[in-house]
Every structure is written in structure tokens, then in C-alpha cells.
Nanobody
Framework: QVQPVESGGGSVESGGSLSVSCGGL???????????MGWFRQAPGKERERIAT???????NYAESVKGRFTIFQDNTKTTLYLQMNSLEPEDTAKYFC???????????????????????WGQGTQVTVSS
């Protein structure tokens, strides 16, 4: 059982930058050979939104709402997942979560298209607040 831990959230003014991280990922089991990892966010009263994914081949995909502003990446050991957020807007205010889908036979864009319910290993989330 993997229990990721998100960190790095905080408050920033509109136009600013923040980076959040998700540690405690990875393992020796075969399910870590092919996976999707993703960042999701949920604002009060709204559904959880998938915003960025990376797969075990290194392919990344982004939701239109963050494309060009956010970057998802892993460390070399693939045990920590990061999300660099630039040009933040008040609409980005939400709790940010990481999760994994493993094993993942289909990856790449499918990491963005799969049902969110197919993701597991959810962390507790970290709050990001952007003020105007």
C-alpha cells in the first residue's frame, strides 16, 4: 500500500508561481513498471479535475485549463512527483492531489482520458490559494 504525501502548497498572488510535490511513490512491484501518475485538484463545490499526467515512459499530458502554465515531472528515482505552476490565477485555487494508475497497459493520452476512478494511491492533498 502506497500513501503519497503532497506538500508545497500555499498562498500566492495572481501571476505568481508555486511548486507542489508528492513523495512516497514507487516500489519494487511489477505494477511500477508501467503506470500513469497524475495531479488533480478540487475546489469547494466542484468536481475533482485531472490537470496533468505523466506515464512510465515519460509522456506528459495537460488539461487545457493549465496547458502552457503548469509542468509535471518526476525525479530521477521516480519516487517523487512534482507540479510546477506558473502564471497562477484565482481560478487555480483548490486542493491539489496526486494519484497513480498502475499497472497501466494503455498510457500516454489515455492517462488523461481514463476514468478518475481508475486512479488509486491518493494523497491527502495540499491547498493552493491564489489571490487577485
Amino acid at each position: 500500500q502506497v500513501q503519497p504525501v503532497e506538500s508545497g502548497g500555499g498562498s500566492v498572488e495572481s501571476g505568481g508561481s508555486l511548486s507542489v510535490s508528492c513523495g512516497g511513490l514507487g516500489g519494487s512491484g511489477y505494477t511500477w513498471n508501467s503506470y500513469c501518475m497524475g495531479w488533480f485538484r478540487q475546489a469547494p463545490g466542484k468536481e475533482r479535475e485531472r490537470i496533468a499526467t505523466v506515464d512510465s515512459d515519460g509522456a506528459t499530458n495537460y488539461a487545457e485549463s493549465v496547458k502552457g502554465r503548469f509542468t509535471i515531472f518526476q525525479d530521477n528515482t521516480k519516487t517523487t512527483l512534482y507540479l510546477q505552476m506558473n502564471s497562477l490565477e484565482p481560478e487555480d485555487t483548490a486542493k491539489y492531489f496526486c494519484a497513480t494508475k498502475r499497472p497501466a497497459v494503455y498510457r500516454g493520452i489515455y492517462c488523461m482520458e481514463a476514468e478518475i476512478g481508475e486512479y488509486g494511491d491518493w494523497g491527502q492533498g495540499t491547498q493552493v490559494t491564489v489571490s487577485s
